[in-house]
């Protein structure tokens, strides 16, 4: 029985995993300690993953080594790329997963995971170094004593969480698992600075119990049309060609309250924890509550709702935008009046909890905290929602941790490399106010973020630290070499008026007057890879024989191809954008340096650059209140 390890990683949700992973992967001995072993990688909330801005970062974990891409991908149920009706910059892949199969998938990777040990326990303290302050290791319940390097705190929702269910309050992290205490109370002694959030979670329906054909099924994209040909639809979240989604596909069904569900609601409103002052802690804007949607929006007559399978095969089904912390009977009155619930049973009723969070500006980039050395944070304990952002910031955590050990330097990614790089920018740099949820429109650089590049983008820099395997790296040079070539055919292959016009004129496309070259054709609006195929012999050619001889990864060299193609010019001038902002970046800033002593800025910009030390003066930028006119006498003080 080991008791000395280089990392131990507190909490086994999706921040947990990846962390956990990541560190034994990179050489690092590692200890994962969970409080319940079944639930790894719980779905707490909806039974799926990725979404708007959230399924680029699944892509980025995949494309950077870790496992969330791929644990999806074998555990699918559905998929949809959404955002297709706009540009390539803001397509999001998404995903309904098994519940149960995506946790035992990921239980599957851990115990398969050279120098990583799992051991099911809850920590009730830190041990510290007296000398430095910094951690040495962890006490459990059990009153078991592990050591360690480095630790990695992923709580999620457990520190001191209370749940609510209308007047019942019970504590707890998640329905039937126990809270965690004493880590709050002893981080704060060390300066920690800790505030409260809440979050909420939907009822849980039987299907037996729904009238489906009140219902609108929504299908995922398991088939799509190619030059009037129906093939499987290729896309998933990881980049390894052999991935592929297996399980059985199934709809998810949409429904809507109405005018008698909302009075149910409004009628009852004083027994909603939310408004009769039971919870004083912040919720997430984007994701409200039943009430706060009848309360916001009060001039609409209906919500849209979702019905989404919680498995392969069975019943249960989460109503995803029902969230709710009102008792039971008026959760349950409330969807009996919508005609395809009404003969609802329900497995169990929605709730809120409340929970412990640390202030992100008080940590580096590399997620250590800047109060306690050798002591990490990622996931909801940051302030942040979603699986997506707490294993983007799991997976950085872990990487770090374990460099650390080895004396390297950590591993940050910047804001115009990664989403992920946004992400833990903006936690760090600007703090949250709210749960922070990801959304495109964070990112300065979305065209240069797109989620069919980040193999391109990440993959290197995975394989360079050890995380991505030599099959990964060479499957992202293949797919780079096929698409250039790809490129340089459009852009030699000649297209003649006789051969395309026809098919200009279905596109409502101008007609040529002469020839024109494959690559001009493509970047028309309107136009796609295919249609450019089904006029040039050569182009169709190409694509079959990328077919016959990639059959799983074709498809994904295509389109990486037309996107290219299509949005040079943009991705150009935003990657020139990008390099010209970059050099704020490489503008130091003393970790000592006074601010308090700088009268020419002011006062707001005093206080928040000293509260959160940016290292260089492009994280100073960044923060809000502090104005141009403040970096510029930065800058001048720095003689730059």
Same mark, same amino acid.
């Given at each position: ?32 300690? +969970? ?92 041990? &510290? ?16 004593? &592990? ?9 999620? +929702? ?6 609510? &269910? ?12 126990? @809270? ?43 088939? %799509? ?69 009848? %309360? ?43 005609? *395809? ?39 909801? %304990? ?35 490399? @990664? ?59 293949? !797919? !780079? ?12 292959? !000649? ?34 890879? *295919?249609?450019? @195929? ?65 009268? *020419? ?18 994280? @100073? ?20």
């Amino acid at each position: 029985m080991r008791y000395d390890y280089d990392v131990i990683v507190i909490g086994g949700g999706h921040a947990g995993c990846e962390a956990a992973h990541a560190a034994a992967t990179l050489g690092a001995t590692t200890l994962l300690l +969970t409080s319940d072993m079944n639930r790894i990688a719980q779905m707490s909330c909806n039974p799926a993953v990725g979404g708007i801005a959230k399924g680029q970062i699944v892509r980025e974990i995949d494309a950077l080594g870790g496992m969330m891409g791929i644990v999806t991908d074998r555990t699918a149920i559905q998929f949809r790329m959404l955002n297709r009706s706009k540009g390539p910059a803001v397509w999001s892949p998404r995903s309904q997963s098994d519940r149960t199969r995506f946790s035992d998938e990921w239980r599957r990777v851990l115990d398969a995971t050279q120098g990583l040990d799992i051991f099911q326990d809850t920590v009730v303290a830190l041990t &510290f170094h007296d000398e430095s302050g910094g951690v040495s290791g962890v006490r459990t319940t059990l009153g078991v004593h &592990f050591r360690a390097k480095k630790i990695v705190l992923t709580a999620g +929702t457990f520190l001191n969480g209370e749940m609510h &269910f209308g007047q019942v309050r019970l504590p707890g992290g998640r329905i039937s698992e126990t @809270a965690s205490y004493g880590l709050t109370e002893q981080l704060a002694e060390r300066g920690l600075r800790v505030q409260r959030m809440k979050t909420g979670t939907p009822v849980r329906i039987d299907g037996k119990s729904v009238d489906f054909s009140l219902t609108q099924p929504q299908s995922g994209e398991d088939e %799509v049309l190619e030059n009037g040909v129906v093939i499987r639809d290729f896309h998933k979240f990881s980049y390894l060609p052999e991935v592929q989604r297996t399980l059985t596909p199934r709809n998810c069904f949409i429904l809507h309250t109405n005018a008698e569900a909302h009075k149910i609601l409004r009628d009852n409103l004083d027994q909603s924890p939310l408004y009769n002052g039971q919870i004083q802690s912040i919720g997430p804007r984007y994701c409200p509550s039943i009430e706060t949607k009848i %309360v916001t929006f009060a001039d609409k007559e209906s919500h849209q709702l979702f019905l989404e399978p919680e498995g392969e095969t069975t019943e249960e089904y989460y109503l995803n935008g029902f969230s709710s912390s009102l008792p039971m009977e008026v959760q349950i009155a409330s969807l009996e009046s919508v005609p *395809a619930l009404r003969n609802l049973q329900i497995y169990r009723p929605g709730y809120a909890i409340e929970y412990d969070f640390f202030d992100p500006t008080q940590l580096n980039h590399s997620l250590e905290s800047r109060l306690v050395s050798g002591l990490y944070l990622a996931g909801q %304990v940051n302030g942040t929602t979603g699986y997506e952002e707490a294993a983007g910031q799991g997976l950085m955590a872990g990487i770090n941790a374990a460099r650390s050990v080895k004396g390297e330097e950590p591993v940050v990614l910047s804001r115009d490399e @990664a989403y992920i790089g946004v992400l833990i920018d903006d936690l760090v740099i600007k703090g949250v106010d709210e749960p922070y949820r990801m959304f495109t429109s964070r990112a300065e650089y979305r065209i240069l973020l797109r989620q069919d590049d980040a193999d391109m983008r990440l993959t290197p820099l995975g394989f360079k630290i050890g995380l991505a395997s030599q099959h990964r790296f060479d499957t992202m040079q293949l !797919k !780079k070499r096929e698409r250039d070539a790809l490129i340089a055919l459009c852009s030699e292959v !000649k297209i003649t008026a006789a051969q395309a016009n026809e098919m200009l004129t279905s596109h409502g496309s101008a007609q040529l007057q002469g020839g024109s070259r494959a690559k001009d054709l493509l970047s028309r609006p309107g136009l796609s890879f *295919a249609d450019i @195929a089904g006029v040039s012999p050569e182009i169709s050619a190409r694509a079959e024989e990328l077919r016959e001889k990639y059959p799983l990864l074709a498809s994904e060299i295509i389109e990486a191809a037309e996107i290219l193609i299509k949005y040079e010019g943009y991705i150009a001038r935003e990657r020139q954008l990008a390099e010209k902002l970059h050099r704020l970046e490489h503008v130091k800033l003393p970790a000592d340096f006074d601010y308090e002593g700088v009268q *020419a800025i002011s006062t707001e910009a005093r206080q928040k650059l000293t509260r959160v030390r940016p290292s260089t003066v492009g994280q @100073a930028s960044r923060i809000p209140g502090v104005s141009p006119a403040d970096i510029n006498v930065l800058l001048l003080l720095l003689h730059r």
